[in-house]
């Protein structure tokens, strides 16, 4: 059975600190790799990965893909309050006609 | 161009009654589907649809309906509300089934409460 699954489920950190959440994956026939932002409303994209090894950078957001460790890390720098949110990674199943796989999420709080 | 729009946005149910969630794209997107977001859960696939007419179960279909007689249209149907029913739900689509590669556009969500 495809699945996803995030670690740690929830992270409480200060203001300038950095953070790396966890997503590994087992999907039949892998395609690709998302990650989304999500504040008390709709997710809304962050990245997509397809090719293992190569970053994907935006501001102080990177993510990068092992295919072969089946494993996303998501990483953040110089954390802000604005960065608290639930981050989801997802990856799209082929099983049943192209729905995205998404894992529980991981819970960020940044204090000031 | 509106994208997905998901109506209402705040709904309480008594446990028992019925109603429907309404979503609708004009994106001409044949892809569509339905996710229920609990705490702890990441969100989960109840019901989608590669198309006009088409309609297939999720991972959890049970107390849920749906069907797709336009390709804008793809409204979720509560039979008979049950107290484990309330959750955020989110409605999204995509061009094809294919192009899930490239994610989701998502609606903003339905917020229902089952009393």
């Known amino acids: 059975e495809d699945k996803v699954v995030q670690s740690p489920l929830s992270l409480v950190v200060h203001e300038g600190d950095t953070v790396t959440l966890n997503c590994s994956y087992e999907v039949t026939n892998f395609r690709s790799l998302l990650w989304y932002k999500q504040e008390k409303k709709a997710p809304t994209f962050l990245f997509m990965l397809t090719s293992s090894g190569i970053e994907k950078k935006s501001g102080r957001l990177s993510s990068i893909l092992d295919k072969k460790e089946l494993f996303s890390i998501l990483n953040i720098t110089a954390t802000q309050t604005g960065d608290s949110a639930v981050y989801l990674c997802a990856v799209p199943s082929y099983n049943q006609g192209g729905k995205l796989i998404f894992g529980q999420g991981t819970e960020l709080s940044v204090k000031p | 161009n509106a994208g997905v729009t998901q109506t209402p946005k705040f709904q309480v149910l008594k446990t028992g009654q019925s109603m429907t969630l309404q979503c609708a794209q004009d994106?001409?997107?044949?892809?569509m589907s339905w996710y229920r977001q609990d705490p702890g859960m990441g969100l989960r696939l109840i019901h989608y649809?590669?198309?006009?007419?088409?309609?297939d179960q999720g991972e959890v279909p049970n107390g849920y309906n749906v069907s797709r007689s336009t390709t804008e249209d793809f409204p979720l149907r509560l039979l008979s509300a049950a107290p484990s029913q309330t959750s955020v739900y989110f409605c999204?689509?995509?061009?094809?089934?294919?192009?899930?590669?490239?994610?989701?556009?998502f609606g903003s969500g339905t917020r229902l409460t089952v009393v």
């Open positions: 994106m001409n997107h044949e892809y």
């Open positions: 649809s590669v198309g006009a007419g088409i309609t």
């Open positions: 999204a689509s995509s061009l094809t089934g294919l192009s899930a590669n490239y994610g989701y556009t």
